[in-house]
């Protein structure tokens, strides 16, 4: 009898203990095993107590590249009902080490080995040669046994005849998996191909209004170094990475400084950071879209995008951080309008105020005086505040102080009218001023969302996924808990993948289609 490992026989004990077993704990079992002889007794094992069909001695071959292990087989390891609705596939951005068609390898060992990780059964479109047919096997068999890649769409990038090919493995959420082995060599062809990294900036800055430092920026709080420069191959990235977002969505590029760093402290590929810097009383942004090292690394094993459009991984890191930008893009520009037009009010407001308290002194009257200051301090408190929440409130305080100032000059003696009138004109200059401020505030407010701590565009799409009950479809989206984060991928997704996710989100895929929320 074939020695089995004692792992295998403990979770074999262990399921039959329970009299149920998971997908995850069937693949548990038969990948402990670590010969075609321990698979096969593994299996057996598992037959004998109904877990799975019992294997054949000899595998069904694959007709036409394709092998459907589903039809008549018994209901096994993991298999939910037959009227079970199949869920939406989630994207998986895993990155997988492929291994090369063995010397001895056929298509009906592969077939077999996959018995063990798909209890439903296989399919492997667009394999012409069998050495196609085996590395597809192999893709599949890497992706099955990553738990996280359960019920998602994986893209790899493998060696065939020694060149790159594009696989996509789709792996439902019964064991159903499927893989495509795209027609082309996996040769990317960019948006746009530059000879040198001079020639690349200037592209950059000239079709999406970015900047790219020419000199290195400091230590970040985020960043584990400075900043260093992009290489050519790397800008080409870029270019290709923006040039899918609409005109109307390279606005939130306007100004971005593309960075080059390391690493982040806390392990991240990129990083949108938003913020604004203020010099002799003008506010500017200093937004930052920045990619580390582990954006790039992994575009020799990874792509995105469909089995005839795809594209090295890195380019969803980089519309990832550009879904930010777009995201933020209103909000940020109603924060620069603010901050400037309160650097300007400050200033006017202190002018208003000097000419106010000059014409107000030498006008006659108490009431008048008295009710004058009234509205000069309910105006004040109006420009001087910060939360838009209380605009109404002090807007609608200081208009009714401001008529009764006006109804204590109707009152006063015609010969003392006239300087009177020059305060309340001084009153009115200042008036002026605090509703200039209180009206960027009420329009940074209006860009911040109803509940004041996200965009409008964020807003919307939490309402869509809240609506309809769409869960994060990729595991970092998932594992944030953000809801920006959340939007990020999906727009990532819309530019990257497009065929994807609007075959499997299309709630989501028309809401991008239909300008993200405005």
């Given at each position: 009898?074939t020695?089995?490992s004692?792992?295998v026989?403990?979770?074999e004990?262990?399921?039959?203990a329970?009299g149920?077993i998971t997908q995850a704990?069937?693949n548990?079992?038969l990948?402990?095993?670590s010969t075609p002889?321990?698979?096969k007794?593994?299996?057996?094992?598992?037959?004998?107590?109904?877990?799975?069909?019992a294997?054949?001695d000899?595998p069904p071959?694959a007709h036409?590249h394709e092998?459907h292990?589903d039809?008549g087989?018994?209901q096994?390891?993991?298999?939910?009902?037959?009227?079970?609705?199949?869920?939406?596939?989630?994207?998986?951005r895993?990155?997988?080490?492929?291994?090369p068609?063995?010397?001895?390898?056929t298509?009906e060992?592969v077939d077999?080995?996959?018995?063990?990780?798909?209890s439903?059964?296989?399919v492997i479109?667009?394999a012409?040669?069998?050495?196609e047919y085996i590395v597809a096997?192999?893709?599949?068999?890497?992706?099955?046994?990553?738990?996280?890649?359960w019920n998602?769409?994986?893209?790899?990038?493998v060696?065939?005849d020694?060149?790159?090919?594009?696989v996509t493995?789709?792996?439902?959420?019964v064991?159903?998996v499927?893989a495509e082995?795209?027609p082309?060599?996996?040769?990317?062809?960019?948006?746009?191909d530059?000879?040198?990294r001079?020639?690349?900036?200037?592209a950059?800055?000239?079709?999406?209004?970015?900047?790219?430092p020419?000199?290195g920026?400091?230590?970040?709080d985020?960043?584990?170094?400075?900043?260093?420069?992009?290489?050519?191959?790397e800008l080409t990235?870029?270019?290709?990475g923006?040039?899918r977002?609409?005109?109307?969505?390279?606005e939130?590029?306007?100004?971005?400084k593309?960075?080059?760093?390391?690493s982040?402290?806390?392990?991240?590929?990129?990083m949108f950071e938003?913020?604004?810097t203020?010099k002799?009383g003008v506010?500017?942004?200093?937004?930052?879209l920045?990619?580390a090292?582990?954006?790039?690394?992994?575009?020799g094993?990874?792509?995105i995008g469909?089995?005839v459009?795809?594209?090295?991984?890195?380019?969803?890191?980089i519309t990832h951080?550009?879904?930010?930008?777009?995201?933020?893009?209103?909000?940020?520009k109603?924060?620069l309008?603010?901050?400037?037009i309160?650097?300007?009010?400050?200033?006017?407001?202190?002018?208003?105020?000097?000419e106010?308290?000059?014409?107000?002194?030498?006008?006659?009257?108490?009431?008048f005086?008295?009710?004058?200051?009234?509205?000069?301090?309910?105006?004040d408190?109006?420009?001087?505040?910060?939360d838009a929440?209380q605009?109404?409130?002090l807007?609608d305080?200081?208009?009714e102080?401001?008529?009764?100032a006006k109804?204590?000059l109707a009152?006063?003696?015609p010969?003392?009218q006239p300087?009177?009138?020059?305060?309340?004109?001084?009153l009115?200059?200042f008036?002026?001023?605090?509703?200039?401020r209180a009206d960027a505030?009420?329009a940074l407010?209006?860009a911040d969302?109803?509940?004041g701590?996200?965009s409008?565009?964020l807003e919307?799409?939490?309402?869509?996924?809240t609506?309809?009950?769409?869960a994060p479809f990729?595991k970092?989206?998932?594992?944030?808990?953000?809801?920006?984060?959340?939007?990020?991928?999906?727009?990532a997704?819309?530019?990257?993948?497009?065929?994807?996710?609007?075959?499997?989100?299309?709630?989501?895929?028309?809401f991008?289609t239909?300008?993200g929320?405005k």
């Amino acid at each position: 009898m074939t020695k089995i490992s004692a792992r295998v026989v403990q979770l074999e004990q262990r399921a039959r203990a329970d009299g149920r077993i998971t997908q995850a704990e069937a693949n548990a079992v038969l990948n402990a095993a670590s010969t075609p002889e321990e698979k096969k007794a593994a299996r057996k094992l598992l037959a004998d107590d109904g877990f799975i069909a019992a294997p054949k001695d000899k595998p069904p071959v694959a007709h036409a590249h394709e092998h459907h292990a589903d039809k008549g087989v018994k209901q096994g390891v993991g298999q939910k009902p037959a009227a079970k609705k199949q869920e939406p596939l989630g994207y998986d951005r895993a990155t997988y080490d492929v291994k090369p068609a063995g010397e001895y390898e056929t298509r009906e060992t592969v077939d077999s080995d996959l018995l063990g990780s798909a209890s439903q059964g296989h399919v492997i479109n667009g394999a012409k040669t069998d050495e196609e047919y085996i590395v597809a096997a192999h893709a599949i068999e890497s992706v099955a046994q990553n738990p996280d890649a359960w019920n998602k769409e994986t893209d790899l990038l493998v060696k065939i005849d020694g060149k790159p090919r594009h696989v996509t493995v789709r792996l439902n959420d019964v064991g159903k998996v499927e893989a495509e082995i795209a027609p082309d060599t996996g040769k990317w062809i960019p948006a746009k191909d530059f000879k040198s990294r001079n020639e690349a900036i200037k592209a950059l800055e000239k079709d999406f209004g970015v900047k790219v430092p020419k000199k290195g920026l400091k230590l970040d709080d985020n960043w584990d170094g400075p900043s260093k420069d992009f290489t050519t191959a790397e800008l080409t990235k870029l270019y290709d990475g923006l040039s899918r977002l609409t005109p109307a969505e390279r606005e939130g590029l306007k100004g971005v400084k593309l960075v080059r760093i390391d690493s982040f402290a806390d392990g991240s590929a990129g990083m949108f950071e938003s913020g604004t810097t203020t010099k002799k009383g003008v506010t500017t942004r200093d937004d930052r879209l920045v990619l580390a090292n582990s954006a790039f690394e992994n575009d020799g094993k990874s792509v995105i995008g469909d089995r005839v459009n795809a594209a090295p991984a890195s380019i969803e890191t980089i519309t990832h951080e550009a879904g930010h930008a777009v995201e933020t893009m209103d909000l940020r520009k109603a924060e620069l309008t603010e901050a400037n037009i309160r650097n300007k009010t400050n200033g006017a407001g202190k002018k208003a105020n000097d000419e106010f308290n000059k014409n107000v002194k030498a006008a006659k009257g108490d009431d008048f005086k008295t009710a004058a200051k009234d509205a000069r301090t309910a105006f004040d408190d109006l420009r001087l505040n910060d939360d838009a929440s209380q605009v109404k409130q002090l807007r609608d305080a200081a208009n009714e102080a401001l008529q009764k100032a006006k109804d204590e000059l109707a009152n006063l003696p015609p010969k003392d009218q006239p300087k009177a009138k020059k305060a309340l004109e001084s009153l009115e200059k200042f008036a002026k001023v605090a509703n200039t401020r209180a009206d960027a505030l009420d329009a940074l407010d209006a860009a911040d969302g109803k509940d004041g701590s996200h965009s409008t565009k964020l807003e919307a799409f939490e309402k869509l996924v809240t609506d309809k009950n769409i869960a994060p479809f990729t595991k970092y989206a998932k594992d944030s808990g953000e809801i920006d984060e959340f939007y990020a991928e999906a727009f990532a997704l819309y530019k990257s993948d497009p065929k994807f996710l609007e075959k499997n989100h299309k709630a989501v895929f028309d809401f991008f289609t239909n300008g993200g929320g405005k």
